[in-house]
């Protein structure tokens, strides 16, 4: 079988172009721009970008559901062998480029992989196995102090990605607090994390517009960052 989208529907057919079929029928005002389909989970994958969400159903159309709340979401591409799925988001509205984010494939553990000066309706994601080697890790990319970089997109709605990088394992606390110092969202509470770099998704759909502030503290001390939520 092969599937396409349309305004207003997933379809598919035979690999010679017979039995044409509606697989779903969507709400999608615009035609989404990417498709996929996992054949071992028998699901079928697709950007809605008048919504602003990546769906996910069984091939049979059944059980339709937004597994992904992403901005402007286009190009799509499935990792089957690592269980990973891959977008393109678009900020050109916003005055942005865009970004390639990845997920699993429930649409958990969202994190971003690329950010884009420019964007395009195409991505191509192939799985391959990693050689291994029994020499012992390399640590001089590992930074000398804990470094809080800038969040992305700044600014955003409802979702941003907080990144920072850690010199050695410690316990970390992540808080975000509003205009006035008060705390709004608890995102880490001195859980242990390993050295190197980590990524933290931060939505606030249930926040008013506004400026915001996000603070790293760990035993090496705290770092803040400023973020603003546009609705």
Request: no cysteine; glycine share 8%.
């Amino acid at each position: 079988k092969m599937y396409w989208v349309i305004t207003g529907a997933v379809m598919r057919a035979n690999l010679d172009g017979t039995e044409v079929e509606v697989v779903t029928e969507i709400t999608s005002y615009v035609q989404p721009q990417g498709i996929e389909v996992n054949t071992e989970s028998g699901h079928v994958y697709w950007t809605d970008s008048s919504s602003e969400e990546i769906m996910r159903a069984p091939i049979d159309g059944s059980n339709v559901e937004s597994i992904i709340n992403a901005d402007s979401p286009s190009a799509l591409s499935l990792d089957a062998d690592n269980g990973k799925l891959y977008w393109v988001e678009d900020y050109t509205f916003s005055g942005g480029g865009g970004a390639i984010y990845r997920a699993n494939t429930d649409g958990s553990e969202i994190e971003i992989v690329r950010e884009l000066s420019w964007t395009r309706s195409a991505l191509f994601v192939s799985g391959w196995d990693m050689a291994t080697s029994s020499e012992e890790e390399s640590f001089s990319d590992l930074p000398k102090e804990v470094i809080l970089e800038s969040n992305y997109p700044n600014p955003f709605n409802p979702q941003t990605i907080i990144q920072y990088q850690l010199p050695e394992a410690m316990a970390v606390k992540l808080t975000v607090y509003n205009f006035l110092g008060q705390n709004v969202h608890s995102l880490l509470n001195g859980e242990m994390q390993t050295s190197g770099a980590h990524r933290v998704v931060f939505d606030a759909e249930n926040l008013p517009s506004g400026t915001y502030f996000y603070r790293l503290e760990t035993e090496a001390g705290s770092v803040t960052g400023k973020m603003t939520l546009i609705k």
